[in-house]
Structures are given as structure tokens and as C-alpha cells.
């Protein structure tokens, strides 16, 4: 039997071959072409964009509200990427603080490829008898490019609900989960339980059991039931930790110009950083491959629920899903790196097992230091109470997107859903017994091959986007006059 070990290695062989250059200079290529076309929409059109987000139309098809959708679409984004995944990109053994810089610059670019996602999604979707939204790339590959291409929608299909099961949506969510909720209640893995042939904290074991049974009662509700759950969790909790980072930063602000200088020195330097050599090139795949990880720009998957939207303007709600990757990596992953680099715990040692720290641990780390004038519980307790929530949310997120993939794979074979269903379900019971980095890997990877065929179909598609951009602002000026 193939052992752990020689799995790892399978895995990370195949992900330095997904990730590796040709694919990250086409994300940001794309990014940059689109960013080029559509003439600094980011910045230019980020305002509007802004005011959008909380002023919902009210005519339009559709099933649920811009700012639910949108709200739905963060769901599946601020999660463990945003807390687990920076401190995986920042870590010593990984990127180096210098990936956050390059996750910045993915996030510029993918602001403009997000646009592009959400215009079409709109533009493409089809409308059901039963007055359902149904969008996304498998949607645009088909009706945009046409019949010949519905392979490559299938193709996206078919990745898009591997990466719900086996990557974003169940393994490193929960995992994140059941990591964050043992590492408060039994750090020190006293209270263990043998499953699988290995030792796991009751901690893990009751947090994943009780995850997998509160996400099964919200999935069956559907995009109506997601989106309510979203709308309310998501805007509270992204508050409270952008509001509890920021404090962090506050009290520690005389160690904000050594973290910034560090941050650039890193990014473009190939000098030991704390005695490990960590080549550019390595800060630039994780920046970038977290990045996308985090906002998912360009992976295809938030156009699956703004299809859903309530909206009568492609234009329009492509601003609004904009604001998605704004907020999820310029705001929210900023903030956890920020922390991160700080104070120092992309390096920490952890004094159990005598190596660095590993996922939330290093987060967690960075917050008991920052708030070193508090008990070590309380900063602790926050930012577990923010990672179950922002993973939960996204693990709700992901199913609907998994089972619209699946949907249009198998031509809408109603018993195939349920099954798919049934195997989500399954996954995020079984996500805490994976080992961290083999979670991170298999994301990574199906990652990567989700986005090929939906970039393929923006660039495809970018002189309707470009076209349509210019004749709705043109409108809106005629209207203004």
C-alpha cells in the first residue's frame, strides 16, 4: 500500500507542474490584457462600483438581490484562504513574506478578470421555466462561443465539481475548522482518539461531526437558503475581523515599517530570509496561487451564483463582483498578513515540536502576540470564532456552485445532484483527517485546472465585454446629462 508520504509527493510533483509558469504568467496576463482593454476599470470605476454594491436594482430576472449574490460569491471566498491560506503563502518554508505583495498584485489584475466573470454571467445566463437563474462559464463557453465548444464548458464542469469536493470547498475548509477549534480547546492534543489507524483530538473529531451536519441542513434549502445565511454572516463576521486586525496593527503600529520593508525585500530578493533560501520565483507562485485560491478570480466559480442575481445590466453587476475580490484579498487577506508579518510568526517556532508553525496555527500565533496585553484565550477564541464561520460559509458556497457544475455535466439528471450532494457531505465529514499540506495540494491543483477553460472563454469573449462596457457608460452619461 502506497504510504502517506509517496501520496505527498504524487501530489506536489503534479502541483509544481499546474502551478507552474506557464499558468501564472496566463492569469496575469489575462488580467493585465483585460485591465488594458477596459481602461483601469479598477481603479477608474471602483467607486461606482462601491455604491452599486449596496443599491440593488429593482427590476430584473433573477432569483436573489446584487448584493446577495454578492454576498454568496464572498461566502465561497472569505474563508480559509483568507486566515489559513496567507499563512500558508508567508510561511518561512513556503513564499516568504514577499508572496503578500504578489497577492496584491494578482488581486489588481484579478479585479479586472472578475468584471469580466460577472458581466458574462449575466449576459449568458438562461432562465429556467420554473423561474430559476442558471449562469456561469459552462453557460458562456456554450452560448458565447458557441455549440462546438460545449466540450470545453464540460471540461470546466467537470473540474468545478471536483475542486467543490476534493479542494475549495470541503478538505481545507474544514480542515481549517477542526485545526482552529484544537488548537483552543487542546493544544496540546491531550484528549486523543484513534481513527483511521492515527491519533485525533476530540476536539477535532466533534467539531468536524457537528460542521457536517449544520452545512447538510442549509444545503438542502438551496441558493435561496445560502444566500440568506450569507448575507447575514458574512458582512458581520468580515467586520469584526478586519476590525480586530486593525486594532492589531494599531497597537503595534512602530513594527509596521519593518514589516512593509520586509515584505518588498522579499518579494524581489533570492537572499536567505531567516537562514532559509527562498527563490523570487517561489513568493510570486505562492502569492499568486493563494491569491487566486483566496478571491478566485479567474477560477470561474462566483459567476455561478451572480447568475442568480436580480438584474437587468451585465455592466452593472460585474462592478459589483468586482468588489468581491476588493474586498476578499486588497481588505481582508491584507489585513491577516499585515498581523502575520508583524509580528513575526511567518518564522515562529512552535515549542512543542520544534518546527515552524503550520496553517492557523501561525495566524493564532500572530494574534495572541499582538494582543500580548491580553490573556492568550481571548485573541485565541476571536479568531476561531471568525475562521468557522468565514469556512462555513464557504463550504455552503461551494456546494451550490459543485452541484450547478455537476447539473450541467450530466444534462440536469436530478438523481446525479443528489448523489453529488451526498458525496459533498461526505467529504466535509472525512476533511479533518487529511493532513494539511496534502489539503493545500489538492486545492492548488484542481485549482489550476478549473481556471484554464474559463480564461480561455474571457479572453474569447472580451470584445463583447470591452464593446458592452463602453455603450452602458455611454448610456449613463446621456442619462446624467
Given amino acids: ?24 504568467v496566463l492569469i496575469i496576463s489575462v488580467g493585465i490584457y483585460l485591465t488594458i482593454r477596459l481602461r483601469l476599470m479598477q481603479l477608474i470605476r471602483l467607486p461606482k462600483a462601491l455604491k452599486y454594491m449596496f443599491s440593488n436594482e429593482e427590476k430584473g430576472e433573477g432569483e436573489i438581490s446584487s448584493f446577495a449574490a454578492l454576498c454568496t460569491a464572498l461566502s465561497s471566498t472569505i474563508g480559509t484562504g483568507n486566515i489559513v491560506g496567507v499563512a500558508t503563502a508567508v510561511g518561512i518554508l513556503s513564499g516568504g513574506p514577499g508572496a503578500l505583495l504578489w497577492m496584491w498584485v494578482a488581486a489588481f489584475f484579478g479585479m ?49 465539481a471536483c475542486v467543490g469536493i476534493f479542494g475549495i470547498g470541503t478538505f481545507s475548509q474544514i480542515n481549517g475548522i477542526s485545526s482552529a477549534v484544537q488548537n483552543f480547546f487542546d493544544p496540546e492534543r491531550a484528549h486523543t482518539i484513534s481513527i483511521f489507524g492515527s491519533q485525533y483530538t476530540w476536539a477535532v473529531v466533534v467539531s468536524g461531526l457537528l460542521v457536517t451536519v449544520c452545512a447538510g441542513l442549509v444545503i438542502i434549502g438551496g441558493i ?16 469584526v475581523y478586519i476590525i480586530s486586525c486593525l486594532i ?8 509596521l515599517p519593518h514589516a512593509v520593508a520586509t515584505i518588498l525585500k522579499s518579494a524581489f530578493d533570492f537572499k536567505a530570509v531567516a537562514g ?39 455592466v452593472r453587476q460585474g462592478l459589483v463582483s468586482m468588489c468581491g475580490t476588493f474586498i476578499d484579498t486588497i481588505i481582508v487577506c491584507t489585513m491577516t498578513g499585515m498581523a502575520i508579518i508583524m509580528m513575526g510568526s511567518y518564522e515562529a517556532i512552535n515549542p512543542v515540536t520544534g518546527k515552524p508553525f503550520e496553517g492557523v496555527e501561525v495566524t493564532t500565533h500572530a494574534f495572541q502576540q499582538g494582543y500580548s496585553f491580553l ?18 460559509t464557504t463550504i455552503l458556497g461551494w456546494n451550490y456552485y459543485g452541484e450547478r457544475c455537476f447539473e450541467y455535466l450530466t444534462n440536469g439528471n436530478k438523481r446525479a445532484v443528489k448523489t453529488y450532494r451526498c458525496l459533498y ?22 485549482n489550476g485546472m478549473m481556471a484554464l477553460p474559463n480564461l480561455i472563454a474571457i479572453v474569447a469573449l472580451s470584445g463583447i465585454i470591452v464593446t458592452e462596457t463602453k455603450d452602458y457608460f455611454k448610456r449613463l452619461k446621456t442619462e446624467n446629462k
Fill in 1 to 24: 500500500m502506497m504510504s502517506f508520504e509517496k501520496i505527498e509527493n504524487i501530489l506536489n510533483s503534479i502541483d509544481e507542474f499546474v502551478w507552474g509558469i506557464p499558468l501564472i
Fill in 112 to 160: 479586472a478578470t472578475k468584471f469580466s466573470e460577472g458581466f458574462l454571467a449575466i449576459k449568458y445566463r438562461k432562465i429556467d421555466k420554473n423561474g430559476h437563474a442558471l449562469g456561469g462559464p459552462f453557460y458562456y463557453i456554450e452560448k458565447g462561443m458557441g455549440a462546438k465548444w460545449k466540450w470545453l464548458a464540460k471540461v470546466f464542469a467537470f473540474f468545478g
Fill in 224 to 239: 435561496k437558503r445560502i444566500s440568506g445565511v450569507s448575507q447575514i454572516v458574512v458582512p458581520f463576521m468580515a467586520c
Fill in 248 to 255: 492589531l496593527i494599531f497597537v503595534n503600529v512602530e513594527k
Fill in 276 to 314: 532559509g533560501t527562498i527563490p523570487m520565483f517561489m513568493a510570486i507562485r505562492m502569492g499568486v496561487a493563494r491569491g487566486i485560491f483566496s478571491n478566485e478570480s479567474g477560477l470561474g466559480s462566483a459567476p455561478i451564483a451572480v447568475a442568480a442575481a436580480k438584474t437587468k445590466e451585465p
Fill in 375 to 392: 490573556p492568550e484565550k481571548i485573541p485565541a477564541f476571536v479568531l476561531m470564532v471568525c475562521l468557522v464561520f468565514f469556512a462555513f
Fill in 425 to 446: 457531505i461526505l467529504a466535509v465529514f472525512i476533511g479533518p483527517y487529511m493532513t494539511v499540506s496534502a489539503v493545500w495540494t489538492v486545492a492548488d491543483i484542481f
